[in-house]
């Protein structure tokens, strides 16, 4: 069971903005930057979003990051079919020593 | 350009060892914090293990503590994971990833298996 909580599922239109939650605690997302993923079948992880809302070079700036106390969002704006994949949120837990991730969510591009 | 490529992954008995590679090239390894994160077929990222830049402090999860060491060979730009006691729960496709940030290798399977 992953510490870091997010909806398994997610789903949207062409066109419409989405967000994905992340859910933490004070001991890693209240105290540390989130990164976020993208992962299509088969392939390794893409980063999407570092220190909570920066977006690497190449990203494209539909895709968006935000912090808040314990909890994280990525929100993508003008969904597109590409976006279809799942996504995943990360945080370093300083008393675990672990970095945490997410379960992982689902998103359909309906 | 940057690139990291795993290798080592297979078919292995239960309670076997099995060490991981992860050649990169590119970058200096050594100036960078490097991370093992695995996935078990059909399931989420799980994060492994850490290694930091300077190579003094070294990070695992609960469920390889006390199993999986890693290490690195600066000499060859490598890192290593040497995964002792293997368990069916250990099977999964393992990525090593610099500072978990926007490289990542493709993957190497392995598979705990009788």
């Known amino acids: 069971q992953s510490v870091l909580t997010q909806p398994p599922s997610a789903s949207g239109t062409p066109g419409q903005r989405v967000t994905i939650s992340c859910s933490g605690g004070?001991?890693?997302?209240?105290?540390?930057?989130v990164n976020w993923y993208q992962q299509l079948p088969g392939t390794a992880p893409k980063l999407l979003i570092y220190?909570?809302?920066q977006r690497p070079s190449g990203v494209p700036d539909r895709f968006s990051g935000s912090k808040s106390g314990t909890s994280a969002s990525l929100a993508i704006s003008g969904l597109q079919s590409e976006d279809e994949a799942d996504y995943y949120c990360a945080a370093w837990d300083d008393s675990l020593k672990e970095v945490l991730f997410g379960g992982g969510t689902k998103l359909t591009v309906l | 350009q940057v690139q990291l490529v795993e290798s080592g992954g297979g078919v292995v008995q239960p309670g076997r060892s099995l060490r991981l590679s992860c050649a990169a090239s590119g970058f200096t390894l050594s100036n960078y914090g490097m991370h093992w994160v695995r996935q078990a077929p059909g399931k989420g990222l799980e994060w492994v293990a850490v290694?930091?830049?300077?190579?003094?402090?070294?990070y695992y999860a609960d469920s390889v503590k006390g199993r999986f060491t890693i290490s690195r060979d600066n000499s060859k730009n490598t890192l290593y994971l040497q995964m002792n006691s293997l368990r069916a729960e250990d099977t999964a496709v393992y990525f090593c990833?610099?500072?978990?940030?926007?490289?990542w290798g493709q993957g190497t399977l392995v598979t705990v298996s009788s």
């Open positions: 220190s909570s809302n």
């Open positions: 004070s001991s890693n997302i209240g105290i540390t930057d």
């Open positions: 290694l930091s830049y300077d190579g003094t402090n070294k």
């Open positions: 990833t610099k500072d978990l940030r926007d490289y």
